[in-house]
């Protein structure tokens, strides 16, 4: 049986990656350890809690005696490495929580594993099937032009403090590999979406606000564009590159579904008026769109090659993104107790100070 240390699983992408596991893998053993900030929501993960081969460790992966702790108790093999400091404007307004988070907690895990894995500085490993898959973004590549694709070697080019802090800690974790020889594996996502996605990311705001009858935060002239990518397609891509991705190689994992931000909100707004009804006062959701000051440095265009890991390991998205916006819509109506719950008043805190009170 696998033991996997699993960090800031109780997140969007690591809370879906722990359900999907342990449903359809039985011989892994998940060890979650989440510092539950404010995206950290243990109530994502109440329906396995109890699962015997699962077990949750509240904690900071920048601690390393608590790390140390979990590596030798647990026997861990495998480190699936989710946790990080991920929306952009939290960024641009507190980038020190980033660079370390993001940065020093890769380190503190690098080294945790280095000690546990490796039997000394030559980079020998004490046992086989050792691996650290360390779970990254598209945007550390920079930004795109009106054509071309972000592919492995690409060069990076990060423009805000969260994408230099993950183009930081990849870099930490490839030294590790041409180092040490520490057995590591780097994949490069794009943009995810899903159920369990905190609201503060733009699919879940605009279902929120559309929802409430509020007004729909457009950046710019909402067309920016982003290559969306299913979650439990994500999740498969991050097993699929864990069981057979070459050592020291990176994976870009893409949905191959480009699209502007506006094309987001007008499926959304058109999705619910389908589902719930127009407004009150009987327009559409689209008259809430409100376009507001852009980003500083908002990167343009995105798009992930995902040739090398369909090629290479048969890996490829299974859900198109018609399919996906309805299922993640549905979600979202479906559990309205949930969205309660997460946006509690330090969200709307946040909220208000990014685009006002309206």
Same mark, same amino acid.
């Given at each position: 049986?696998?033991?996997?240390?699993?960090?800031? @699983?109780?997140?969007f992408?690591?809370?879906? *990656?722990i359900?999907h596991?342990?449903k359809? !893998? +039985?011989? /892994?053993r998940l060890i979650?350890?989440?510092?539950l900030? /404010?995206?950290?929501n243990p109530?994502?993960l109440?329906d396995?809690?109890n699962n015997p081969r699962y077990?949750?460790?509240k904690?900071d992966?920048?601690?390393n005696d608590l790390v140390?702790?979990? *590596?030798?108790? $647990?026997?861990?093999?495998t480190?699936?490495? *989710?946790?990080? $400091?991920s929306?952009?404007d939290?960024?641009?307004?507190?980038?020190?929580?980033?660079?370390?988070?993001n940065i =020093?907690?890769t *380190? #503190?895990?690098l080294?945790a594993?280095?000690?546990?894995?490796?039997k000394d500085a030559?980079g020998k490993?004490?046992?086989? &099937?050792?691996r650290f898959?360390?779970v990254?973004?598209? $945007?550390?590549? @920079?930004s795109?032009g009106?054509?071309g694709a972000?592919q492995e070697?690409?060069?990076?080019?990060?423009?805000?403090?969260?994408?230099?802090?993950?183009?930081?800690?990849d870099?930490?974790?490839s030294?590790?590999?041409h180092t040490? @020889?520490?057995?590591v594996?780097?994949t490069?996502c794009?943009?995810?979406?899903g159920?369990y996605q905190?609201?503060?990311k733009?699919i879940?705001l605009i279902v929120n #606000?559309?929802?409430?009858?509020?007004s729909?935060p457009? !950046?710019?002239?909402?067309?920016?564009?982003?290559?969306?990518l /299913?979650?439990?397609?994500?999740?498969?891509a991050i097993?699929?590159?864990?069981?057979?991705g070459?050592?020291?190689?990176?994976y870009?994992?893409?949905?191959?579904?480009?699209?502007? #931000?506006?094309?987001i909100?007008h499926?959304i707004?058109?999705i619910l008026d389908?589902k719930?009804?127009l407004?009150p006062? &009987?327009k #559409?959701r689209?008259?809430?769109i409100t376009y507001?000051?852009?980003?500083?440095?908002h990167d343009?265009?995105y798009a992930i090659?995902?040739?090398?890991?369909r090629?290479q390991?048969?890996?490829? +998205?299974?859900?198109?993104?018609?399919?996906g =916006?309805r299922r993640?819509?549905?979600? /979202?109506l479906?559990?309205?107790v949930?969205i309660?719950?997460v946006?509690?008043?330090s969200?709307?805190?946040?909220?208000?100070?990014?685009? @006002?009170?309206?």
């Amino acid at each position: 049986m696998k033991r996997v240390l699993i960090t800031g @699983g109780c997140g969007f992408i690591g809370s879906n *990656f722990i359900r999907h596991t342990l449903k359809h !893998y +039985p011989d /892994y053993r998940l060890i979650n350890l989440d510092k539950l900030t /404010y995206a950290g929501n243990p109530g994502n993960l109440t329906d396995v809690e109890n699962n015997p081969r699962y077990r949750f460790v509240k904690g900071d992966i920048c601690d390393n005696d608590l790390v140390g702790k979990i *590596f030798a108790e $647990e026997q861990i093999d495998t480190v699936i490495h *989710f946790a990080a $400091e991920s929306h952009v404007d939290r960024s641009i307004t507190g980038p020190a929580e980033f660079v370390q988070t993001n940065i =020093m907690g890769t *380190f #503190n895990l690098l080294e945790a594993a280095r000690e546990a894995w490796l039997k000394d500085a030559t980079g020998k490993a004490s046992g086989t &099937g050792c691996r650290f898959l360390h779970v990254s973004t598209d $945007e550390v590549y @920079g930004s795109l032009g009106q054509t071309g694709a972000f592919q492995e070697t690409t060069s990076y080019d990060p423009r805000s403090p969260y994408s230099a802090s993950k183009a930081s800690s990849d870099h930490l974790v490839s030294a590790y590999f041409h180092t040490y @020889g520490l057995p590591v594996l780097i994949t490069n996502c794009s943009n995810n979406y899903g159920p369990y996605q905190f609201p503060e990311k733009l699919i879940p705001l605009i279902v929120n #606000n559309a929802l409430g009858g509020r007004s729909l935060p457009v !950046y710019g002239d909402g067309k920016n564009v982003r290559d969306w990518l /299913y979650v439990i397609d994500h999740c498969e891509a991050i097993l699929t590159v864990l069981q057979n991705g070459i050592v020291g190689e990176t994976y870009n994992i893409g949905g191959n579904s480009e699209k502007q #931000n506006i094309e987001i909100v007008h499926t959304i707004c058109d999705i619910l008026d389908e589902k719930v009804g127009l407004l009150p006062d &009987g327009k #559409n959701r689209r008259t809430l769109i409100t376009y507001v000051k852009d980003r500083a440095g908002h990167d343009r265009r995105y798009a992930i090659d995902a040739t090398k890991i369909r090629t290479q390991l048969g890996w490829k +998205p299974k859900v198109n993104f018609a399919d996906g =916006m309805r299922r993640t819509v549905e979600w /979202y109506l479906n559990n309205k107790v949930w969205i309660a719950s997460v946006t509690d008043g330090s969200y709307r805190e946040y909220y208000e100070k990014m685009y @006002g009170k309206k």
